[in-house]
């Protein structure tokens, strides 16, 4: 019997995230590895940074009011009554006097200001200021960085590197992260082959394995199940396995409505599908499914429509389950710099590249890596667009 698919609106794919929920299980991770993983807690700071007042620069500590009207002609002169050490608690500083200070160092106690060593000169028992300095000048404030209980990153955060740096400055060693998502990846076809074996006419090497699994490698753990050939019984199993042992399971290839297209009926069998079938070109054929809390996505076969769908909804999907409150895919405008041409009723991703600041589509077939490889970003043309001219601003999604 001929199968026809029921096709949705492909704004129904990019919000599949919303009918998944966090896993709420955390593990400890020391601040050199943190880089990416998702805060499981608001992280409040212990302390305030800096503890006390502190000279941002080398110079001297002063009253700023006593620099007042002094020039390079007209140098006022304060006596020096010290040096501020960096590790030595805060010494003191009396009217008519300075301390020396280094960067870093804690600010001198009554001063109130800090003249840069190149604008005075020592002078004997005193030092010649050549320019006056307003009151705090060249001082970080005691809490000026952040305060005592302030919020350092909030629950559902990607931790980047400047996050790491801000958590290690507060004293931490550890931080609780959400734990990353195992996904179960799977490909599928006859046709398809490892690596490990010999090329012929008849085969074609498993791209979207490898592809699956670097795409998602920032944002959860790849488990490849392996290729499995055109067998329900074969996919069964992997789907057991899978539904045991991993949160999410992204399968490619079968999801079209061949004889050997079973991907839709093991789903049925573990799960729900959702959707099947979108109006978008390409990978017109993407599967959704679900079993309680594990997201199921049987992609396209080919590689072109795996690249984009994993970018729009694979990996949407995954900072959810992830923890992170920011999963929608990243998006931004810009003018384009060729006619396309497009068939409404369907929503065309065009792979693109930026050049003399406009976008430039670059045209290829589902069946295409090489070009999506090079391009920059995704360019969406809308449903009601039969074509977009040059000139007109276009909407693209990055690349993750
Ligand atoms: N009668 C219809 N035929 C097709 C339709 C349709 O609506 N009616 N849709 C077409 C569209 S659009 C797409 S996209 C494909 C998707 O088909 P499948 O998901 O069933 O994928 P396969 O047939 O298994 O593979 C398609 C293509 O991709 C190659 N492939 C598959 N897996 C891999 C892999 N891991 N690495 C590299 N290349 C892979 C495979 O050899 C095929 O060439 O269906 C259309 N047909
Ligand atoms: O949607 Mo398919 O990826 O066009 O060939």
């Not at 941002?56 to 620099?67: Q, R």
Request: charged content about 25%; some cysteine; glycine content about 8%.
């Amino acid at each position: 019997m001929i199968k026809f698919l029921k096709l949705s609106s492909y704004q129904k794919a990019l919000s599949f995230c919303e009918l998944f929920l966090p896993i709420e299980v955390y593990e400890e991770i020391n601040v050199f590895e943190l880089n990416n993983r998702v805060s499981f807690e608001d992280v409040f700071s212990k302390f305030s940074l800096p503890m006390s007042n502190r000279s941002s620069v080398d110079g001297f500590a002063v009253f700023s009011e006593e620099t007042f009207g002094s020039s390079e002609n007209t140098p006022v002169l304060l006596k020096l009554q010290g040096e501020q050490k960096v590790n030595d608690p805060p010494i003191e500083v009396k009217k008519g006097g300075c301390v020396r200070v280094a960067t870093g160092s804690s600010l001198p106690d009554n001063s109130d200001g800090v003249v840069m060593i190149e604008n005075a000169k020592i002078s004997g028992d005193f030092v010649e200021i050549y320019k006056p300095i307003s009151y705090f000048e060249n001082v970080l404030k005691k809490g000026e960085d952040f305060k005592e209980g302030s919020v350092l990153v909030n629950k559902g955060k990607r931790i980047n590197f400047r996050d790491s740096a801000l958590l290690a400055a507060a004293g931490f060693e550890t931080i609780k992260v959400y734990r990353k998502p195992r996904v179960a990846i799977i490909s599928t076809g006859d046709e398809i082959i490892s690596y490990k074996e010999k090329i012929s006419v008849t085969k074609i090497y498993d791209a979207n394995g490898p592809l699956i699994a670097n795409g998602i490698g920032k944002y959860a753990e790849a488990f490849f199940l392996g290729v499995v050939k055109d067998s329900k019984k074969d996919l069964e199993e992997k789907f057991e396995y899978a539904i045991e042992n991993c949160d999410c399971i992204f399968i490619s290839g079968g999801s079209s409505v061949g004889e050997r297209d079973y991907i839709e009926e093991v789903i049925k069998n573990f799960g729900e599908v959702i959707y099947h079938g979108f109006l978008v070109k390409p990978g017109k054929p993407l599967l959704l499914g679900k079993r309680n809390n594990i997201p199921i996505i049987g992609f396209p076969g080919h590689p072109l429509p795996v690249m984009i769908h994993l970018n729009l909804v694979g990996i949407p999907v995954l900072k959810k389950l992830g923890g992170d409150k920011n999963y929608y895919p990243k998006s931004n405008k810009g003018i384009l710099g060729d006619p396309v041409f497009s068939i409404p009723g369907r929503v065309d991703l065009i792979m693109g590249y930026r050049k003399d600041n406009l976008i430039i589509p670059l045209l290829s077939k589902s069946d295409y890596i090489s070009l999506a490889a090079k391009s920059e970003f995704i360019i969406k043309i809308p449903e009601d667009r039969e074509i977009i001219l040059e000139g007109e601003e276009v909407e693209i999604y990055l690349w993750d």
